[in-house]
């Protein structure tokens, strides 16, 4: 059921079908779709799918997993995504010249925690900048 919600977003449906076929979705696709994917699947699952690229190991898999997990990342903006595709060969985005692609924010609906980290974020940001 959780995977339905993320193939709301066509970038999420790129990376797990790349994943579903075995592809090296690269190190920025494998965070990007860490970042999204844990507050839809639980570690089990997630850690399942990232062992699906072929280059990438259960072990490395779970550093990932615990790293994400650890730093409490945020999902990634738009912006942010089209910065880490153009760090690697794999096409996070596959549509990138959309700018409503790859919008997680606006095709996902996430834990409300997710919206509150980022709000708070900000208001910090403008307190240092005054």
């Known amino acids: 059921m959780a995977v339905e919600e993320l193939r709301k977003s066509e970038m999420m449906v790129h990376l797990l079908d790349a994943l579903d076929a075995e592809k090296d979705i690269g190190h920025y ?41 650890g730093h409490d990342y945020n999902p990634p903006r738009r912006e942010r995504v089209l910065e880490y595709q153009q760090q690697q060969d794999f096409m996070i985005c596959p549509n990138s010249d959309d ?26 940001k403008a307190e240092a900048h005054d």
């Open 29 to 69: 696709g494998r965070l990007v779709f860490a970042m999204v994917a844990r507050h839809f699947i639980d570690e089990e699952e997630l850690i399942g799918y990232l062992q699906k690229d072929k280059d990438f190991t259960e072990k490395e898999a779970r550093a990932l997993y615990e790293q994400v997990q």
């Open 99 to 124: 700018p409503d692609a790859c919008n997680v924010y606006k095709d996902l609906q996430f834990p409300e925690s997710v919206y509150e980290h980022i709000a708070s974020y900000r208001e910090q």
